[in-house]
């Protein structure tokens, strides 16, 4: 690719399309122990800046949470709930982020 800025936005890319196989992998692996799919949280949705710089300062602390309690070996169904709650976040923060990086005319990425 031939700029920078061009990398990072690939890049960032690929870690969210990564995130979406991971927890596209999480569902048919829950389906196929359990025979059913595992339940939807109803989360709400994002409406306002404000609900953008509240989640933005929250969902790291949640996955900071999340990982102690992966860290401390859970049972494996409560493992498979912790790793979807992970992948929801993280899916949820990649938005937030290219949210709060689109600029007043509609570009995306940093500026120098």
Not at 2 to 21: F, M, N, S, V, Y
Not at 36 to 52: H, K, Y
Not at 54 to 65: E, F, M, V
């Amino acid at each position: 690719m031939p700029t920078d800025e061009d990398r990072l936005a690939a890049c960032k890319r690929i870690h969210e399309l990564d995130l979406i196989l991971d927890e596209c992998w999480y569902k048919l692996d829950y389906y196929a122990k359990t025979g059913t799919l595992p339940a939807v949280e109803n989360d709400q949705p994002i409406r306002t800046i404000g609900d953008v710089v509240q989640l933005a300062k929250n969902i790291p602390t949640y996955l900071s949470k999340i990982k102690k309690r992966l860290d401390a070996s859970p049972s494996p169904q409560e493992e498979e709930e912790l790793m979807e709650k992970k992948v929801n976040y993280e899916l949820k923060l990649n938005q937030i982020n290219s949210l709060m990086n689109v600029e007043i005319y509609g570009k995306t990425g940093v500026e120098n």
